[in-house]
């Protein structure tokens, strides 16, 4: 079974630009939670969502926002980007939202480079 | 709010040594635990995880066990090789299904 894939792999980017990226979950896996890394303030949540509908939401601004498919496939966008944009951006996806314990399957990440 | 907080790095150890990387959470109600580590270039994988306390998790001989009352979930090896060599996140998942990470242990294993 094909792992969580995630494109492109690497993005450069100016100020004020907008980026769209995107996360094929693991087949059959109908969440997707997304999370920005860098080196300063680790993982952060960005966002989750499951069957189409964002179910959490971490503390980012507006112009961070996804979206999911009806195949779960999953997509991010930051509009009017800024320098502190720069970071890894790695998706996740688990087979069920609710059961409360489940495990989340990392893709290896879009590093988006922010000039 | 919740939060995981684990020791700084990083940490340079030899061969064959045991590790201890700290982890300790503060979350209402009984999180899940976990530990994901990331190879270079790579994305977290899940190396083990905790659902209730008391649990203990194991992987590749790497062990950790939740601990409620003292709410800790630290990671140890006894005996560490080179292709350990990675960044550890300890990690939980709190009652309303929100995943929070602590910032990394970069473990580097010197033959």
């Known amino acids: 079974k094909a792992g969580v894939t995630q494109t492109p792999r690497y993005l450069i980017k100016t100020r004020g630009q907008q980026v769209t990226l995107s996360c094929s979950p693991i087949?059959?896996?109908?969440?997707v939670s997304w999370y920005q890394q860098t080196p300063g303030q680790g993982l952060q949540f960005l966002f989750e969502y499951f069957s189409e509908t964002q179910r959490n939401k971490g503390n980012f601004p507006g112009r961070f926002s996804g979206r999911q498919f009806s195949n779960s496939r999953s997509e991010m966008n930051v509009s009017t980007l800024e320098l502190g944009d720069s970071a890894l951006y790695l998706c996740?996806?688990?087979?069920?939202?609710?059961?409360?314990?489940?495990?989340?399957?990392f893709g290896p990440g879009t590093r988006l480079l922010v000039l | 709010g919740d939060s995981v907080t684990q020791m700084e790095g990083p940490v340079t150890l030899s061969e064959e040594a045991f590790l201890t990387i700290n982890c300790t959470y503060t979350?209402?109600?009984?999180?899940?635990l976990f530990w994901y580590v990331q190879y270079p270039g790579e994305g977290l994988q899940l190396l083990l995880k905790a659902t209730k306390a008391d649990d203990k998790g194991s992987n590749k001989g790497f062990e950790a066990t939740y601990r409620k009352e003292t709410t800790s979930f630290h990671l140890e090896k006894g005996s560490v090789q080179v292709s350990d060599s990675a960044v550890y996140f300890c990690?939980?998942?709190?009652?309303?299904?929100?995943?929070?990470f602590g910032t990394g242990t970069s473990l580097t294993v010197i033959p």
């Open positions: 996740a996806s688990s087979l069920e939202r609710g059961l409360g314990q489940e495990t989340q399957y």
């Open positions: 990690a939980l998942r709190n009652t309303g299904n929100q995943f929070y």
């Open positions: 087949s059959g896996h109908r969440s």
């Open positions: 979350a209402t109600g009984y999180p899940s």
